[in-house]
Structures are given as structure tokens and as C-alpha cells.
């Protein structure tokens, strides 16, 4: 009993200590816009003895001294580019003195005119700012939030951001961005916002891994569309703002190297890609023989290593003393090693009972080198205070060199047991060069008051060059029990090279006017204008086989002893995919806007013109090997947000936009991605899509940094475009992959994007619901009452391809502008989506959901250095694919590993590891 009255007492008196001291809190803001100011010092002194203190306000501006004596205080606080403030206190004992400081922004006059500082476009502030002003709904990553995240290009940013999930590439990292749940061919790419071509050698989307995260100043993705911007954007689209010159001289450099997990396990296989950049035929001619000589086994050449990644990058910039002349260059180069282990089976239909069955499974490894450049020069002229000039040129380039190697079990014939039966080895080496390049010259000028006009003349280049990927062919006899590769069984099916190579070249012109009279007392502004662009794509592809000769030959320990003869002299000059392909689109708008009150109205019609003609290497005999394509699209659009307060919006807007098919999807090929897992075939017949979008959108903007957006939206889809899987011959055999219109879908859904930060804690968080559908004819495979074999057609409602029902992002924030260090935990889910559309009911093939977990720390070490850390993928998340129909083990000949009766069939998995980076950043 004494005991506790012991410890009760000394609690006590402990207590009555610790309040007997009192606090002072309170918050920095901008005196002008109420914003908070992140980072700035306040500082604490007595009057009368010599207690200070000095603290910096957190990610929300607020500050807080604890166990403060009694006594009368000056509160200040300092802020770079503005004046300093201070206020006078008197603290009592166990008092909570809150002091609210508003700081004023700095200005110099010069007799008449003013500078003032100019607003940083890479921070977190201006992203809300243009979020919150915006004409349409959109969503914008600042600079800053990019260089503190697990991200080095801008694709893996675009995965944080509401409503988005990305398509991921052999490499595991992320490529192409899926908006809403539609898919990569509704979502166009802008820089500046200005419409790029792309370098994918199929189709017209860009692939945004190539583009190193730290050239761009803010990320902006449009959720709607207005009179004035272009529409093919049914998903919406992704405009690239570029760094911009700052007022004062700024230099910004980075250095990393990073490590992929991978490879703590195997090691990285290198293959020599010296090789010829153009095929024989046409460094040659058409009529040109190819020989064996004119073919390297280079390709097959491995060496191992344990390779380190690296990162570099620098941005130089400023403005002359009298503001008019602005310069800025940004420098980024990376080069990152990734691998990839594989497991994927082939998968039929079972032809009796319309069930799914395994046929074969395939073992791969992948060895990826990306070594991505960026280069972005921009120069701005202001003659005077209504007349601008701007030019800027960006260059983007990403080379990858892949080895992969797959083994292919045959699960029918010579099986005879677990992971025996026959096998088929496919060494290949790639090297894939992709480019873009794009210079635009734009001018402002206001000529009254009341009237100003801007236009663009526009060049752009996009081109991927795939310089032989060469195949090496090796088949097996039946194998022992647990044994792969057998040297004494190997035979040598033959080789493979392929040359293939496509441009896109742009030609653009832009020119808008507005005009802004007052009409029954309402300032009323009308724009118009409109563009046209020419674009001319080429694509040239050679493929040549090499046969062994003799055909017994087996597998030599140096490829040069086994001997080969080339088949095809003359290459493929006649395959479809060598084509011309030349597309003309004019279009010209008329946009109104204007605020009654509290309201903000803003619409019009936009009118599009699409003229399109191609013409391939194919036999005339051949249908589609020459075509042309023509049509009008008028398109209207209409927008209100309304302001309930100075921070909170209301938006309802309704926007029509259009789709329009790729070149590769046209032309009647066959043939395509070496990655894929059906061949793919073109479509003649495939029309664009159309759609009617519509959006409801709640905005809070409680303080700078912190945000609620809600929002629902519904779209009505015209002849959506999917790749399904076709039987042409009907054989087991025949599937291939082809782009065909589905008639008409819905896909609509809610998002809800939050993001609050208390003093150096920050939480962002969004989550997005889709639910597409779309009712098309498949077939079921069955054995009539009379014991034949035949199927027929039903009707099958299902999601969009590459739809996920649910989306989400969560991201822990810490923030110390005192001990400069920023920190975050970025969780990313991705719900299940169909992957593959299969002809037959119910065999769909469907990505499992997945959760990626990423890590950042950046820290300041002295003067204008800091450390960074960058981990990403440390769940080891696999890329998975299955099918919704429980495996049946009576489909195969022996039970299957990976395959579990009763589970839904597994079709494939591919594993990338962790990836880690460590860095120097110097800001000047």
C-alpha cells in the first residue's frame, strides 16, 4: 500500500511539472491567399532571460514550442521571399498561447514597373492551385511530389494517381497507363499540351516509360475534354509539362546506382548486339540474295555479370536580370538492369465439353538493360508585357536489350511423368531502340484588351528500330525425370532474323483567338480556332530463316561449329507489314465560357475530319493490302462548376469524344509482338470508337496541401476496340489475336482522392470503382446427340478489357523541413482484370489483383546536398494470369505442376524482385 501511494505521488508531482510549463502554437500562412507555409522558421524568445527556440511549420504550416516557461515572448517567423512577422506574448503557466502569423510576400518597385517571385511550377501548391482552377476535371503531380516518390519515370508515377492503373512490361516495370478502366487506346499523350506521335511499332499510344520522371515539372491527367482540345481521348489524356525557366539561376543534378534482387539469385546473361542495322534487302534492294554472310551468330553469344543500374541527371536554368529572356536544359540518363522469371501455359478449349485445357507449359527468363536518355531545351522571350515567344525541343530515347530463354514442355506428347516431355528451347536476343522528337515554336499576343490569339507550329518525330532479333531453335527428344536440357538429345531446328523499323512523323499547326466582350453586364469570352496535322508512318520488316544443314546436327558448344543455310534470300518484301500508312486530320472549334454569380459555364462544338490511306508490300490478291478510310465527327461538349466557396467547387461536364484504330491494326497482317502469346492479325474492317462522357465531380481545398475530390462519371462506348483471341482455321492450332469492334458498352464508377498532412505526418489516399459491360457473341464447344463435334454462338456479358473494379492507392508522408527529411510508404492495389478475351464462352483469360509496395527516404546532408533512397516492388508482387473455370485433371494425359484441381486453371507467372537505389542530389 505505501508502495503505491509511493508512485502515486511521485506521478503526480511529475504531472504537475510537466504542465506547469506552458505551450505555444499557432500557424504561418500567406497573408494574401491564406495558404500554409511549409518549411518556415519561427522562432521563440523571452524578453526578459535567455530562453529561444527556433522550429520549422510542418507539411500544414502549423507549429507548436511544448514546456515553455512563463514569461513574455516575441514570436517570429521567417520565410524565404517574404517579410518578416512577429507579435508580442504573455504566457502563464500552464497556458496554450495560439499565435497566427500572416506573412506578406516581397515585391520591388522599380518606379513603374514590378517584380514579383514567380510561382514555382514543380510544387505541391501550384498542382492544387491548377487543380482547383481548372475548366475541366483533371489531376496534377507536382515536380516535387515526383522526386521524393520510389519513381524514376513517368509511368510508374502515373500508377499514384487517382483512377489510374497501369499495363506493366516484360520487365515489370509499368508502361502504359489505363484511365477508368479504359484501356491504353483511349488515352492520348501531350507535351506542353501538344499531341506527340509514338514510337510503338504498332499502335498510336505512347508508351510513357519512355520518359525519365525528373524532366517534367507537373503531371497532369485530363478526366475531361473542352471545345479546344483535341478528342480522341475517350479515357482522357496525359499532358507532360516540361521544366520551365525559373526567375533565378538554378541548378539541380542527381547521381544513383541501384541493384536489382534478381539478380542476388542468377545471373544477369549480356548477349553482343553488334549487328547489321538494316536487314540485307534493304541495305541491298529488293532483288537482292542474301547468303549466309550476311548473318552474324553474334546474337547468341551470352556473357553473365552482376550488373549495377545507374542514374544520372542535371538541370540548368535561369532568367536575365530584367526577367525577359528565359533558358532551362534538363539532362537525364538511366541505365537499369531488370530481370524476369516466367512460368506460362498454353491453353485450348476442349472441344467436347467447351472446358479449358493445358497444352504445353513454357519456362522463361528474361535479361532486360534499358538505358533511357532525356533531353529538354526550352527558351522563352517576353518582348513586353503582351507579347510572348517560346521554344522548346525534347529529345527521349529508350534502348532495351533482352535475352530471353524459354523451354517448352509438350504436357501431350511423350509424357510420361512429372516434368517430363518433350521439350522445345528458344534462345532469342533483341535490341529495340525507340525515339522521340519534338520541337515546337508557340507565341502569345494579346492585341486589345479584349482580343489575343496564341498559335503552334509543331514537329515531331517518333521511330523504333528493332535491328535482327534473332531466334536459335532447339528441340528434344522425351527426357529423363527433372531434366530440362539434355546436350546429347539437342537438335537444332533452326534460326530466325528479323529486322523490323517504323516512323511517325507529325506535322502540326495550331491557331486560337478569343475574344472577351461584355454582354447584359457578363464578361463573356469566346475562343475559336482549330488545327491540322499531317502524319506519314512508315513501317519496314524483314524476316529470314536459317535452316541447319545437315538437319541432324546437334547442339554444338560454340554456335559457330553447327552449320546453317539461309531459306528465304530475299527476306519477307512482301509481308503486310511493310507499309505506308498517311493520316490527315483537320479540325476548327467554337467555345464559350462565362460566370453568372457563383457558376461557371463553358462549352461548344468541336468538329474533326479524318482522312486516312495505306498501302502494303502484300499481294494486291490479298484483301485490305490497300485502303483509305474518310469521315466527319462534330463533337460537342458543355461544362458548369460551380464555386460554393473560395475552397470548394461543384463540377458536372458532358464531353464527346472519338478512338481511332492503329496503323498495325488495320493492315492484314500476321505476324507481331514476339511476346505475346497468340499470333497476331490485322483487321481491314475496324472501326473508331465513339463515346458520350459524363462527369460529377466534388472539390475541397481545405489549405494548400490538402484536398477531398469526389467524384462519379459514365460512359456510353460506341464499338469499343479489344484484341480477342480468333480460331481462323478452327484447328487446334489456328488462334491468333485480332483488334474487332463489340458493339456498345457502359463503363462507369466513383473516385474518391483525399490527401490531409498534420505538421510533418501526411496521409494521400484514393480509391476508384469501375464496372464496365459489354455483351458480345461467343461460342460453346459441344458433342451433339448424334455424337459429332460442333458449337454454337451465345450471348456472354462481361467487363472491358483491361477494367479493374476496384483501384487504390495509400501513401504515408513524413516531412521535416527542420531536418530535411522526406519520407513515404506507397501501397498501389490493382483489382482483377480480363487480360485476354477468348471466342469461347466463359475462358476469358483474367489478371489476378495484385498490391505493389514501394519506399522513398530523402534526406539533406549539408549545404545544398541530399541522400536519397529508392526501393520499389519489396512484396515481390507477380505479374499473374488464370482462367475463372476450375482445372479438371482429367483434361491432360498426367497430372500438371502449378495446376491445382479444383482452382481456377493457372496460366501464367512472372516474377521481378525488388529493385533498389541509392542517390546524391545537389539543389542550387
Known amino acids: 500500500m505505501k508502495r503505491t501511494l509511493t508512485l502515486f505521488f511521485l506521478l503526480t508531482l511529475i504531472t504537475g511539472f510537466a504542465f506547469a510549463n506552458g505551450i505555444i502554437k499557432g500557424t504561418v500562412t500567406d497573408k494574401k491567399t491564406a495558404e500554409p507555409l511549409i518549411g518556415a522558421t519561427v522562432h521563440i524568445k523571452s524578453k526578459k532571460t535567455d530562453f529561444k527556440q527556433s522550429i520549422s511549420t510542418g507539411l500544414d504550416g502549423s507549429y507548436t514550442f511544448k514546456n515553455v516557461p512563463a514569461g513574455e515572448y516575441e514570436v517570429e517567423a521567417k520565410y524565404i521571399s517574404y517579410k518578416d512577422e512577429d507579435k508580442n506574448i504573455t504566457l502563464k503557466d500552464g497556458d496554450v498561447a495560439i499565435v497566427r502569423l500572416q506573412l506578406e510576400a516581397k515585391g520591388s518597385e522599380l518606379k513603374e514597373v514590378v517584380v514579383g517571385a514567380k510561382a514555382a511550377g514543380g510544387s505541391d501548391q501550384t498542382a492544387r492551385r491548377i487543380e482547383q482552377r481548372s475548366d475541366q476535371v483533371l489531376n496534377a503531380v507536382s515536380a516535387k511530389t515526383i522526386e521524393i516518390s520510389p519513381d524514376i519515370t513517368v509511368a510508374n508515377v502515373m500508377q499514384r494517381v487517382s483512377g489510374v492503373?497501369?499495363?506493366?512490361?516484360?520487365?515489370?516495370?509499368?508502361?502504359?497507363?489505363?484511365?477508368?478502366?479504359?484501356?491504353?487506346?483511349?488515352?492520348?499523350?501531350?507535351?506542353?499540351?501538344?499531341?506527340?506521335?509514338?514510337?510503338?511499332?504498332?499502335?498510336?499510344?505512347?508508351?510513357?516509360?519512355?520518359?525519365?520522371?525528373?524532366?517534367?515539372?507537373?503531371?497532369?491527367?485530363?478526366?475531361?475534354?473542352?471545345?479546344?482540345?483535341?478528342?480522341?481521348?475517350?479515357?482522357?489524356?496525359?499532358?507532360?509539362?516540361?521544366?520551365?525557366?525559373?526567375?533565378?539561376?538554378?541548378?539541380?543534378?542527381?547521381?544513383?546506382?541501384?541493384?536489382?534482387?534478381?539478380?542476388?539469385d542468377r545471373d544477369f546473361v549480356s548477349f553482343n548486339h553488334s549487328s547489321a542495322n538494316s536487314s540485307p534487302r534493304i541495305m541491298n534492294g529488293n532483288d537482292y540474295l542474301a547468303t549466309n554472310a550476311d548473318f552474324s551468330n553474334n546474337r547468341f553469344k551470352t556473357n553473365t555479370s552482376k550488373p549495377v543500374s545507374s542514374v544520372f541527371g542535371l538541370t540548368i536554368g535561369g532568367r536575365t536580370a530584367d526577367?525577359?529572356?528565359?533558358?532551362?536544359?534538363?539532362?537525364?540518363?538511366?541505365?537499369?538492369?531488370?530481370?524476369?522469371?516466367?512460368?506460362?501455359?498454353?491453353?485450348?478449349?476442349?472441344?467436347?465439353?467447351?472446358?479449358?485445357?493445358?497444352?504445353?507449359?513454357?519456362?522463361?527468363?528474361?535479361?532486360?538493360?534499358?538505358?533511357?536518355?532525356?533531353?529538354?531545351?526550352?527558351?522563352?522571350?517576353?518582348?513586353d508585357s503582351n507579347n510572348k515567344i517560346d521554344l522548346y525541343a525534347a529529345y527521349l530515347n529508350l534502348t532495351q536489350n533482352q535475352y530471353r530463354l524459354a523451354s517448352d514442355t509438350d504436357l501431350v506428347l511423350g509424357r510420361t511423368g512429372m516434368g517430363v516431355g518433350r521439350v522445345k528451347i528458344n534462345q532469342r536476343s533483341s535490341r529495340i531502340v525507340q525515339q522521340i522528337y519534338n520541337t515546337t515554336l508557340k507565341g502569345n499576343h494579346r492585341i486589345t484588351d479584349k482580343f489575343r490569339t496564341d498559335w503552334s507550329l509543331v514537329y515531331s518525330k517518333a521511330e523504333a528500330n528493332e535491328?535482327?532479333?534473332?531466334?536459335?531453335?532447339?528441340?528434344?527428344?522425351?527426357?529423363?525425370?527433372?531434366?530440362?536440357?539434355?546436350?546429347?538429345?539437342d537438335a537444332l531446328n533452326g534460326q530466325q532474323h528479323v529486322w523490323a523499323k517504323n516512323s511517325d512523323r507529325d506535322k502540326a499547326a495550331y491557331l486560337n483567338f478569343a475574344y472577351t466582350p461584355k454582354i447584359l453586364s457578363t464578361d463573356v469570352e469566346f475562343t475559336f480556332g482549330g488545327m491540322y496535322r499531317d502524319k506519314d508512318r512508315t513501317s519496314i520488316y524483314d524476316s529470314y530463316s536459317l535452316r541447319p544443314v545437315p538437319s541432324t546436327q546437334t547442339v554444338a558448344p560454340a554456335i559457330e561449329s553447327n552449320t546453317f543455310q539461309i531459306f528465304n534470300t530475299q527476306g519477307t518484301s512482301d509481308d503486310a507489314l511493310n507499309y505506308v500508312f498517311n493520316e490527315k486530320v483537320g479540325a476548327y472549334y467554337g467555345q464559350f465560357k462565362f460566370n453568372i454569380g457563383k457558376v461557371q459555364t463553358i462549352g461548344g462544338i468541336r468538329t474533326e475530319y479524318t482522312r486516312q490511306g495505306w498501302q502494303t508490300g502484300a499481294s494486291q490478291k490479298l484483301a485490305g493490302t490497300t485502303g483509305h478510310i474518310e469521315y466527319y465527327d462534330v463533337l460537342p461538349s458543355l461544362a458548369f462548376k460551380y464555386k460554393i466557396s473560395d475552397k470548394q467547387?461543384?463540377?458536372?461536364?458532358?464531353?464527346?469524344?472519338?478512338?481511332?484504330?492503329?496503323?498495325?491494326?488495320?493492315?492484314?497482317?500476321?505476324?507481331?509482338?514476339?511476346?505475346?502469346?497468340?499470333?497476331?492479325?490485322?483487321?481491314?474492317?475496324?472501326?473508331?470508337?465513339?463515346?458520350?462522357?459524363?462527369?460529377?465531380?466534388?472539390?475541397?481545398?481545405?489549405?494548400?496541401?490538402?484536398?477531398?475530390?469526389?467524384?462519379?462519371?459514365?460512359?456510353?462506348?460506341?464499338?469499343?476496340?479489344?484484341?480477342?483471341?480468333?480460331?481462323?482455321?478452327?484447328?487446334?492450332?489456328?488462334?491468333?489475336?485480332?483488334?474487332?469492334?463489340?458493339?456498345?458498352?457502359?463503363?462507369?464508377?466513383?473516385?474518391?482522392?483525399?490527401?490531409?498532412y498534420i505538421h510533418n505526418f501526411g496521409i494521400r489516399a484514393n480509391y476508384t470503382y469501375t464496372d464496365s459491360k459489354i455483351?458480345?457473341?461467343?461460342?460453346?464447344?459441344?458433342?451433339?446427340?448424334?455424337?459429332?463435334?460442333?458449337?454454337?454462338?451465345?450471348?456472354?456479358?462481361?467487363?472491358?478489357?483491361?477494367?479493374?473494379?476496384?483501384?487504390?492507392?495509400?501513401?504515408?508522408?513524413?516531412?521535416?523541413?527542420?531536418?530535411?527529411?522526406?519520407?513515404?510508404?506507397?501501397?498501389v492495389y490493382t483489382g482483377s482484370r480480363i487480360n485476354s478475351v477468348s471466342p469461347y464462352l466463359d475462358n476469358d483469360i483474367w489478371q489476378k489483383a495484385s498490391t505493389q509496395l514501394d519506399v522513398s527516404v530523402e534526406k539533406k546532408l549539408f549545404r545544398h546536398f541530399y541522400g536519397y533512397v529508392k526501393a520499389a516492388n519489396l512484396l515481390n508482387t507477380p505479374f499473374e494470369l488464370e482462367l475463372h473455370r476450375p482445372y479438371n485433371p482429367a483434361s491432360t494425359v498426367l497430372p500438371v505442376e502449378y495446376e491445382t484441381p479444383g482452382k481456377n486453371v493457372f496460366v501464367r507467372r512472372d516474377r521481378y524482385e525488388q529493385t533498389y537505389l541509392i542517390g546524391l542530389r545537389f539543389k542550387l
Not at 516540361?242 to 539541380?252: C, E, I, Q, S
Not at 535482327?468 to 538429345?489: E, K, M
Not at 484447328?731 to 490531409?756: I, R, V
Open 323 to 383: 526577367k525577359k529572356l528565359g533558358v532551362l536544359g534538363a539532362l537525364s540518363y538511366q541505365n537499369t538492369y531488370r530481370g524476369n522469371n516466367s512460368v506460362y501455359f498454353g491453353t485450348d478449349v476442349d472441344r467436347n465439353n467447351n472446358e479449358p485445357v493445358v497444352s504445353d507449359v513454357e519456362s522463361r527468363t528474361y535479361n532486360i538493360q534499358q538505358q533511357r536518355t532525356g533531353v529538354h531545351t526550352k527558351a522563352d522571350y517576353k518582348f
Open 649 to 756: 467547387n461543384l463540377r458536372a461536364s458532358y464531353y464527346s469524344g472519338i478512338s481511332r484504330p492503329g496503323f498495325y491494326e488495320l493492315v492484314p497482317h500476321t505476324g507481331g509482338d514476339p511476346d505475346a502469346d497468340y499470333t497476331e492479325i490485322g483487321n481491314p474492317n475496324l472501326k473508331r470508337v465513339t463515346a458520350d462522357n459524363y462527369d460529377l465531380r466534388y472539390e475541397f481545398f481545405p489549405k494548400a496541401l490538402d484536398q477531398l475530390l469526389v467524384g462519379a462519371f459514365y460512359k456510353q462506348i460506341n464499338n469499343p476496340i479489344e484484341f480477342a483471341i480468333t480460331n481462323n482455321t478452327g484447328g487446334a492450332t489456328g488462334y491468333s489475336l485480332q483488334a474487332s469492334n463489340f458493339g456498345t458498352g457502359t463503363n462507369y464508377g466513383f473516385e474518391l482522392d483525399f490527401t490531409k
Open 775 to 827: 455483351t458480345t457473341s461467343k461460342y460453346v464447344r459441344y458433342r451433339d446427340a448424334g455424337g459429332f463435334l460442333t458449337q454454337r454462338p451465345e450471348m456472354q456479358t462481361r467487363p472491358l478489357q483491361g477494367q479493374s473494379k476496384n483501384i487504390g492507392n495509400v501513401s504515408l508522408l513524413y516531412k521535416s523541413a527542420k531536418t530535411g527529411l522526406d519520407a513515404q510508404i506507397a501501397l
Open 467 to 489: 535491328p535482327d532479333r534473332a531466334t536459335l531453335d532447339i528441340s528434344t527428344g522425351v527426357l529423363p525425370s527433372g531434366q530440362v536440357i539434355a546436350p546429347t538429345f
Open 165 to 264: 492503373s497501369v499495363e506493366r512490361s516484360s520487365n515489370g516495370e509499368a508502361q502504359y497507363p489505363i484511365i477508368r478502366g479504359m484501356e491504353k487506346r483511349y488515352i492520348s499523350t501531350l507535351i506542353n499540351g501538344v499531341k506527340i506521335p509514338s514510337p510503338d511499332n504498332k499502335n498510336r499510344y505512347v508508351p510513357l516509360d519512355i520518359f525519365p520522371a525528373d524532366i517534367i515539372d507537373r503531371l497532369e491527367v485530363y478526366k475531361s475534354l473542352t471545345p479546344s482540345m483535341e478528342a480522341d481521348a475517350i479515357g482522357g489524356a496525359v499532358n507532360l509539362v516540361l521544366k520551365d525557366a525559373p526567375d533565378d539561376f538554378t541548378v539541380n543534378a542527381n547521381l544513383a546506382a541501384g541493384y536489382s534482387q534478381i539478380f542476388f
